[in-house]
């Protein structure tokens, strides 16, 4: 434990988003990590306050959602994203790596992280996506209302347009509530991006 504690895990706190965006204020995957649980807990108790045995999946699903990035350093998401067999083979390398990682590692994202979303995988999974989309949208807004411009092309306009492919994915009752999240996070987006 104390090897998987203190090794390449570790490194994430050494691992700085948005590396190749100039950025006034730095963040790293730690960092990333913590608000995307913080994000996650919020979004569940606005949507779900009477389920708070969901709780440990949701934070421990946030958790572990970028821990690759340990080895792999900060995949930008306009890259990741510019093909969806791209995608697929950073997604599959991602799995490869974390399988390298420390034993404890892997009893936490082979066993206890799928046996605690089981049943809700798709909840926790949505819950966790929009975390992770208001962690990288609140980043943005703040880099540009610290006056950073150089950001808006192509890396602001495209959160836009994520957010705005995000809120039209979720049209089914049962998640129709994050279309009004990503709604809600685009409006803001775009107040920001125009000096608001």
């Not at 090897?3 to 990333?32: Q, T």
């Not at 991602?94 to 390298?100: G, K, L």
Request: aromatic share 8%.
């Amino acid at each position: 434990m104390l090897e998987a504690a203190s090794g390449d895990v570790r490194r994430l706190s050494h691992v700085v988003r948005y590396s190749s965006i100039p950025v006034a204020v730095p963040e790293n995957v730690a960092e990333h990590s913590y608000w995307v649980c913080l994000y996650s807990a919020l979004i569940h108790q606005v949507l779900r306050p009477a389920e708070p045995e969901l709780i440990g999946a949701l934070l421990l699903k946030a958790t572990v959602h970028d821990l690759a990035e340990c080895v792999t350093g900060d995949v930008v998401r306009t890259f990741k994203y510019s093909s969806p067999s791209l995608r697929d083979e950073i997604t599959k390398a991602e799995e490869r790596i974390v399988r390298h990682l420390p034993g404890p590692v892997q009893v936490l994202m082979n066993g206890v992280v799928p046996n605690l979303v089981s049943g809700e995988g798709p909840y926790v999974e949505a819950v966790v996506k929009a975390a992770d989309f208001m962690s990288l949208h609140q980043y943005m807004v703040r880099e540009v209302r610290r006056g950073n411009r150089e950001i808006i092309k192509p890396y602001y306009l495209r959160m836009e347009d994520d957010l705005r492919s995000m809120m039209e994915r979720y049209t089914t009752l049962e998640f129709e509530p994050f279309q009004g999240l990503y709604k809600e996070m685009l409006e803001t987006a775009k107040t920001a991006r125009v000096g608001g």
